[in-house]
């Protein structure tokens, strides 16, 4: 099917760029983009940043650098290539990748941050992006959307976080136009803004396992997600706030999350995952655990 792609020059029928692609979030990731977080700074923003500022945090960057390092190396122990951003002295969120832009199977999609130091970051990535030769192949400038909105939890079912303030229906509809149109399965939740993004109480494991912060996510959207098939594991609220939920699946077997989610910890490993824990205290005190700070550029099926 046609599918109707814009590139940056506007025209309809961009070439298509196959080479960063992903189908599920946990298919075999092998590329990734992230950011030092060598301009990292608490902008009060979300709750989580705000509770950090009102209890006096300082964020250090030596030790963000030296955390973000360790996740590097964590990535490339497990054979993911990481590609850098180039960082930013204006850019302070910019370390949490996840949100500007999204693989898609059918290409990168740029997206459209709500916040306006973040909707900064777009072009900044685009720009980075096209260096490494991966254009992305569509712009969503209609309504509002950020990555961790978006969960494409395997191939044929997409989730959309819509808390009207980062994500919005308008921007949720244009980014799911090529998915309906390919027959996919669309679930969207709609929550409230203090709970900022759908990847801080929502995550999959593998295919048919998430964890999920059961005790905020409504029933609904829990009876929705089980009648396709996802088991839950859950996860409290306090260790979804400290960013516990917000784990990267590497190939539906090993996950990278935040150290110091004991509980979380011990469920991923009943359950037969391999829990990798990293300290990443400085991000989640900016309201971003390990999921935000990576965005997938390539993943293989099977
Ligand atoms: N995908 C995520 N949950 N990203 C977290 C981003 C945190 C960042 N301080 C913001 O408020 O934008």
């Known amino acids: 099917m046609k599918l109707d792609w814009h590139g940056e020059d506007g ?20 590329d990734v983009l992230l950011c030092a977080p060598s301009h990292l700074e608490p902008v009060p923003c979300c709750s989580v940043t705000r509770e950090s500022l009102r209890k006096g945090l ?24 990481c590609h850098l951003l180039p960082t930013h002295a204006d850019l302070p969120d910019l370390c949490f990748t996840r949100d500007t832009g999204v693989a898609t199977p059918w290409g990168l999609v740029a997206l459209n941050p709500a916040m306006p130091h973040r909707a900064r970051e777009a072009d900044h990535v685009a720009q980075a992006l096209s260096r490494l030769g991966a254009r992305p192949v569509r712009r969503i400038c209609e309504g509002r ?7 494409l939890a395997r191939r044929g079912l ?3 976080g819509i808390s009207g303030e980062r994500t919005d229906e308008a921007g949720a509809h244009a ?10 399965d669309i679930l969207r939740y709609a929550f409230d803004p203090h709970f900022l993004h759908l990847d801080t109480q ?6 048919h396992h998430a964890l999920a912060c059961v005790d905020v996510l409504d029933d609904a959207f829990l009876a929705a997600v089980e009648a396709r098939g996802i ?8 260790e979804a706030r400290g960013l ?59």
């Open 11 to 30: 025209g309809a029928g961009a070439t298509i760029i196959r080479d960063f692609f992903v189908e599920g979030e946990s298919d075999r990731l092998t």
């Open 58 to 81: 300082a964020v250090s960057v030596d030790k963000a650098e030296r955390q973000h390092r360790a996740l590097r190396g964590a990535l490339a122990d497990h054979q993911v290539r």
């Open 145 to 151: 959307i950020e990555g961790g909105d978006i969960c």
């Open 158 to 160: 997409l989730i959309l």
């Open 175 to 184: 980014f799911a136009e090529p998915f309906a149109a390919n027959g996919w």
């Open 202 to 207: 929502f995550c999959m494991l593998d295919a």
């Open 231 to 238: 088991t839950l594991l859950p996860v409290s609220y306090k």
């Open 244 to 302: 516990g939920c917000n784990i990267l699946s590497i190939d539906g077997r090993t996950i990278l999350m935040g150290a110091g989610h004991d509980d979380v910890a011990a469920r991923i490993s009943a359950a037969g995952f391999q829990g990798v824990a990293l300290d990443v205290s400085q991000f989640a005190a900016c309201g971003g655990g390990i999921h935000c700070m990576t965005m997938p550029l390539r993943r293989t099926a099977g």
